[in-house]
């Protein structure tokens, strides 16, 4: 059997491959189309299944939960996706890829923070590699692995740990996650490639230990990330006309998904749309047609959505606009949460968490933190004009995903199965 290292390089596209050398060298290039949307948990369980998000169930970053009313987000167990996965029957390390808790692995790394019953929360990792990577790498930098100080250190941190993990257990599969591309891509109007060539140098010290195992390394991405000038407020939208329900307090506005007739669960580009009135059904479709920044209105099918997680109807972004979760009139009245990284909280996707509003304001906080009193680390922006970056839909192929390998599959579909041939040979491919 032969061993195989994938790599994943978040934000990787063939119009930036100059400036990764190390990735450029280990085969030829295939551009590819993600599935819809084009985001983290769905294009990691296609690329894990070989299967559509009608088939897999992973219909976004996050979705809602009709049976508890609930809209969850970054959901980490690996049961939510429908499908033989990959690694299944093979000798894997997982190192940070999605969905990481309780997969069927034989080492894994994700982050994991401790919570306490006063509301306070301490960063760590899940670390089942057997390798003591705290010890061996020191402190896992959680503050750039997301957040306004999102960053290298995190990306460095993932490739020095995956080696590690690769050298001393000789997996048959390593999957290694590297998000750098994420954050400036998101936060800058323009792609420094300097960003790139930085982690190009993540990938040369992941592949550096897959060569001395003798794995063949391969190179993924998820989706390529397109420049945006435009904020689309959908639930503010579905709020004026009636249609979406909130419950004012001393934390202030929250909103009410089982008492709306109509809600949206937005993902960069991409909007499930819950309808709980059918008879509101045109309504709702009319509302958000006729948005400055909505490209179309559609149904599930039609982007290979239709499973039970999906909202009734899919609304699509024009190319330089993405969807905002933004549900409040006032940002008097705003939850507390709005203004604090707090990803499991929000019902939708906030890139305003990569900014920051106030460098003192964050510094008081953490005295108080550090003195012992609550806190609410309240330095993210309610500015959604501050994002410049976007995904979720199919760029051209020069500005989207690809795979560099030997050989690559031409389909995202076809990945899982073209992964399983590598581990089947008897050598490693040749370019």
Known sequence: MTKVCVINVVGLTPSLLDHAPCCASLGSCQAWNAPYPAVTCTSQAT????????????????????????????????????G?????????????????????????????????????????????????????IGEFPFFSFWGPKAGLPSSQWIAKASALVMRKQTPELTLVYLPHLDYDFQRLPHQDTQRVREVDACVATVVEAAEEIGAVPIVVSEY????????VLVNRALRRAGLLQVRDGPFGEILLPMDS??????????????????????????????????????????????????????ALAESHAWFAYYFWLDDNRAPDFARTVDIH???????????????????????????????????????????????????????????????????????????????????????
Not at 52 to 76: A, D, S
Not at 119 to 134: E, M, R
Not at 410 to 420: A, C, I, T
């Open 47 to 82: 690329l894990l299944t070989g299967l559509l998000p009608r088939e897999h169930g992973i219909v976004g970053n996050g979705w809602y939960c009709r049976q508890t009313g609930e809209v969850r987000f970054w959901q980490q167990s690996n049961n939510l996706i429908q």
């Open 84 to 136: 033989e996965k990959l690694y299944q029957g093979v000798s894997t390390a997982k190192m940070f890829w999605w969905f990481n808790q309780g997969a069927p692995v034989k080492w894994s790394a994700t982050p994991k923070p401790y919570y306490g019953c006063d509301g306070s929360k301490v960063f760590g990792i899940l670390d089942h590699t057997g390798c003591d990577l705290v010890k061996q």
């Open 224 to 231: 390529g990330l397109v420049p945006v000038s435009q904020p």
């Open 261 to 314: 007739k109509a809600f949206a669960v937005v993902d960069h580009q991409l909007a499930h749309i819950y309808i709980n009135d059918p008879q509101c059904r045109a309504e709702v479709h009319q509302v958000i047609e006729s948005l400055e920044g909505v490209a179309a209105v559609v149904e599930p099918a039609e982007v290979d959505l239709d499973h039970a997680r999906s909202g009734e109807l899919i």
């Open 345 to 431: 909280r929000k019902p939708g996707y906030d890139p305003c968490e990569l900014f920051m509003t106030s460098q003192l304001r964050a510094g008081l906080r953490l005295v108080q933190k550090k003195l012992g009193f609550r806190y609410r680390m309240d330095v993210t922006p309610l500015e959604p004009s501050l994002v410049r970056g976007s995904h979720g839909l199919r760029p051209e192929p020069a500005h989207g995903p690809l795979v560099i390998g030997p050989n690559p599959p031409e389909s995202m579909l076809d990945f899982r199965n073209y992964v399983r041939s590598l581990l089947a040979s008897n050598s490693a491919w040749k370019n």
